[in-house]
């Protein structure tokens, strides 16, 4: 990877952040993935990888090849914690590969822009063709490093509204690949909440999300490898050029991994961005 440039941070005494982050330029047309120990196609760490090969749907999708599903609304929607963001009024729902979870006393699956305007756990027995799911959902979970315990930090109850509509992937054409995905943001039901994603946007590895958690929620920082040798994971944001393309790059946005504790104490590891984070107490 080539690196563009060496941002300088000061970071307060409590913060961990490295005193140089590496950018590293995404605008690149071919990433080779790699092995790693959250999967087997990984790009700058071997905790930074897809759910499934390139080219295969990072969704869960039907026999008939749609990544959607048919479901029943009404059912509640839940946080990484259990707690019910609101009823779902949707009657179809995009579920990540490979994400369910036991929350009050059934299995759920993550779904996608939910009417929450977030991600959300929906029980899998209000899915139609629930058998069907059952058998495609699979499973993946991020990994703990056993490695060393970094600072503390909580999500926010803000979000900086000036990068939110830039771009994490360059030369972006689609609706979404916002900073914003990845912030701390109000929903519907009116509280905050943000994403806990799986591999860091960017790297043609998609960003998906792992899990989804409110504002105040505790992320244990944690130390992995990585190929600039930070433990973190710094890329490009990039607004519209000229010609109207997102091509030109505008701030930066920095990834940390950690864990979050969840329902019934499971620490759900993963990559948040530090813009969605204050420095916290344990």
Request: aromatic letters at 8%; one cysteine or more.
């Amino acid at each position: 990877m080539r690196i563009l440039c060496l941002i300088a941070l000061v970071a307060a005494c409590t913060d961990d952040l490295e005193d140089d982050e590496v950018v590293i330029d995404t605008s690149v047309s071919e990433i080779r993935t790699v092995p790693g120990v959250n999967g087997e196609w990984c790009v700058e760490s071997p905790y930074n990888c897809r759910f499934r090969a390139p080219g295969i749907s990072q969704r869960v999708v039907t026999g008939s090849g749609l990544e959607s599903w048919a479901v029943e609304p009404g059912a509640s929607l839940r946080d990484g914690h259990g707690d019910v963001l609101g009823a779902s009024t949707s009657s179809r729902l995009t579920f990540n590969y490979g994400q369910t979870r036991l929350l009050a006393g059934k299995a759920h699956a993550l779904a996608l822009a939910t009417s929450n305007g977030s991600a959300g756990w929906y029980p899998i027995d209000h899915i139609l063709g629930e058998a069907s799911f059952r058998a495609r959902v699979g499973e993946v979970n991020a990994r703990d490093p056993h490695d060393g315990r970094m600072a503390c930090y909580q999500i926010r109850d803000s979000h900086d509204p000036d990068i939110e509509l830039r771009k994490v992937v360059y030369d972006s054409h689609s609706t979404h690949e916002r900073a914003g995905d990845y912030l701390s943001l109000e929903r519907a039901n009116g509280r905050r909440s943000a994403n806990l994603i799986f591999m860091v946007p960017g790297f043609g590895l998609g960003g998906a999300t792992t899990d989804h958690f409110p504002a105040g929620s505790k992320f244990h920082r944690v130390d992995v490898p990585t190929d600039s040798g930070r433990p973190s994971i710094t890329i490009p944001l990039w607004v519209k050029d000229g010609a109207g393309r997102y091509r030109k790059q505008r701030g930066t946005m920095t990834f940390l991994y950690g864990f979050i504790v969840g329902d019934g104490g499971v620490k759900r590891f993963g990559w948040m961005a530090r813009d969605a984070l204050r420095v916290s107490d344990c």
